[in-house]
C-alpha cells in the first residue's frame, strides 16, 4: 500500500475532503492494470508528461499521483499541475503537493509546476495534457452553485461570520452539485478533452450511478477521431445510491 | 508558479484560444522566487522538445534573466564530456525548475487583460461577460 497523503493542514469548512470517490482514484491508479496501461503508454523515453488534475480540492490525488510518480508512470519525469476554481483549494492543493514529494523518496516523485485558479481546463493550452484527472462536481441537483459569486466573496475582507459562512458553502457546493443529472460541469469538461488533451493524452473521469456512465461512455465512443471509454475502477456494489465508475477515456 | 508552467498556459477566454498572440502570456510586475531543487537531469531532456523554445526566450528578455541560446539546444548539449550535467542543462535547471513567479499579473498579447498572481498563484477565473 502506497501511503495517502497527509492532508491535515487543510481546512474542511472550505475544501472538499477527501472521501471515498478520492480514494477510488488513488487505488484504481496504483493498481497493476492502470499502471501496467501507462507504463506502456507513456514509454520512459518519449517527451515529460504533463498530468492535470482539474478541481484538486484538498489536492490528496495530485500530491498522490506526484509524489507515486515511478510506481503509478513508470517514470519520475513526470510535471504535474493543478487547476480549481476555489482558491482556498489551490493554496491547499499547493501545500499537500509540496509537503508529498520532498523527503527520503523524492527521487520516485514528479516535479509539481504549481496551482492554477481557474475554470476547468481554461487556462491551458491546446494539445498539451498527457493525463488527464477528474473528480467532479456529480451529486445530482436543482441548479449549479454560482461560482463567480463564490469568487467575488474570497476577496472580501472584514466578512461577518453570517457571510464567511455563505461563502463557505458556496465553495464546498462547487465541490459537489452537479446540476442536471450531475452532469453538467462534466458535460463541460468532457468537451474540452479533444481539445486539452495531446494525441497521447488519457483523461481518467470519476462518475456516480446517476451520472449513468454506460450512456457517456456510449457517446465519447461516437466522437469523431477514434475514442475509446472504458470503466476501470469501481466500488460501492451493493445498489448504494452513490456507486462510483471510473472512465478512462483516450484514443487507442 | 514555476516558470515552466507559462509553456502549457494561454489566454482563458475562448475568443483568445485560436490567437497566436495569446502565447505566451507575458508577466507584468513580477515578482521571482528562486526556491533551490534538486537536479533532474532527466526531466529537463524529456521536456526540452516540448519546450516553445521562442517563448522561452520571449520570457526571459521581459523578465531581465539571463539570454537563452539561440536556438533550442541539441541533447547531446545537455551532458558535458564527462557525462555529468553541463552548464546548458544546470542554466535551464535554475530558469524552468527553480525559478517562480511569486505574484505580479500575467498579461494576454491578444485581448490585453492580464491574469492576477497572488502568494504563487494565478487567477485565471474570468468575471461572466467576459468568458
Redesign the interface.
Known amino acids: 500500500m502506497l501511503p495517502t497523503p497527509s492532508t491535515s493542514h487543510v481546512n474542511y469548512d472550505r475544501v472538499y475532503e477527501p472521501a471515498e470517490d478520492s480514494y477510488l482514484l488513488l487505488d484504481t491508479l496504483s493498481a497493476s492494470p492502470e499502471t501496467t496501461f501507462l507504463h506502456n503508454h507513456l514509454p520512459p523515453?518519449?517527451?515529460?508528461p504533463?498530468v492535470l488534475e482539474v478541481g484538486t480540492g484538498s489536492g490528496v490525488v495530485l500530491a498522490f499521483l506526484a509524489a507515486n510518480a515511478r510506481h503509478i508512470f513508470g517514470?519520475?519525469?513526470i510535471?504535474t499541475?493543478g487547476?480549481d476554481?476555489n482558491?482556498y483549494a489551490?493554496?491547499a492543493t499547493?501545500r499537500t503537493v509540496n509537503l508529498a514529494i520532498t523527503g527520503p523518496k523524492?527521487g520516485e516523485a514528479a516535479?509539481?509546476?504549481?496551482?492554477?485558479?481557474?475554470?476547468l481546463t481554461?487556462?491551458?493550452?491546446?494539445n498539451?495534457v498527457d493525463v488527464l484527472i477528474f473528480n467532479p462536481p456529480y451529486v445530482p441537483t436543482e441548479a449549479l452553485p454560482d461560482?463567480?459569486s463564490a469568487?467575488e466573496a474570497v476577496d472580501r475582507s472584514n466578512l461577518s461570520p453570517n457571510e464567511a459562512f455563505e461563502r463557505d458553502s458556496r465553495l464546498l457546493a462547487l465541490s459537489y452539485a452537479g446540476g442536471i443529472d450531475g452532469m453538467e460541469t462534466t458535460n463541460r469538461l468532457l468537451e474540452q478533452l479533444p481539445?486539452t488533451l495531446s494525441d497521447r493524452g488519457v483523461a481518467y473521469i470519476l462518475l456516480c450511478a446517476q451520472n449513468r456512465p454506460e450512456a457517456v461512455k456510449d457517446r465519447i465512443r461516437l466522437w469523431p477521431g477514434g475514442w475509446s471509454a472504458e470503466t476501470v475502477g469501481s466500488s460501492g456494489k451493493q445498489a448504494g445510491w452513490e456507486k462510483l465508475s471510473i472512465l478512462r477515456i483516450w484514443r487507442p | 508558479m514555476k516558470l515552466l508552467t507559462l509553456n502549457f498556459l494561454t489566454c482563458a477566454r475562448k475568443t483568445c484560444k485560436s490567437a497566436p498572440a495569446a502565447f505566451p502570456l507575458h508577466p507584468k510586475e513580477a515578482e521571482l522566487e528562486q526556491v533551490e531543487t534538486d537536479l533532474n537531469a532527466l526531466f529537463i531532456t524529456n521536456m526540452l522538445p516540448r519546450l516553445d523554445w521562442e517563448a522561452m526566450k520571449i520570457l526571459t528578455t521581459e523578465l531581465g534573466l539571463p539570454a537563452l541560446p539561440t536556438e533550442t539546444p541539441a541533447p547531446e548539449a545537455l551532458l558535458a564530456d564527462d557525462g555529468a550535467p553541463s552548464q546548458v542543462l544546470r542554466d535551464l535547471h535554475v530558469l524552468l525548475m527553480e525559478t517562480s513567479i511569486a505574484s505580479g499579473r500575467l498579461e494576454c498579447g491578444s485581448c490585453g487583460h492580464g491574469y492576477a498572481v497572488k502568494e504563487g498563484i494565478a487567477n485565471f477565473l474570468l468575471p461572466s461577460h467576459m468568458v
Open positions: 523515453s518519449t517527451p515529460t504533463l517514470r519520475s519525469d510535471a499541475l487547476t476554481v482558491n489551490c493554496k499547493t523524492s516535479v509539481f509546476c504549481g496551482t492554477l485558479d481557474g475554470d481554461s487556462p491551458l493550452r491546446p498539451v461560482s463567480n469568487e481539445v
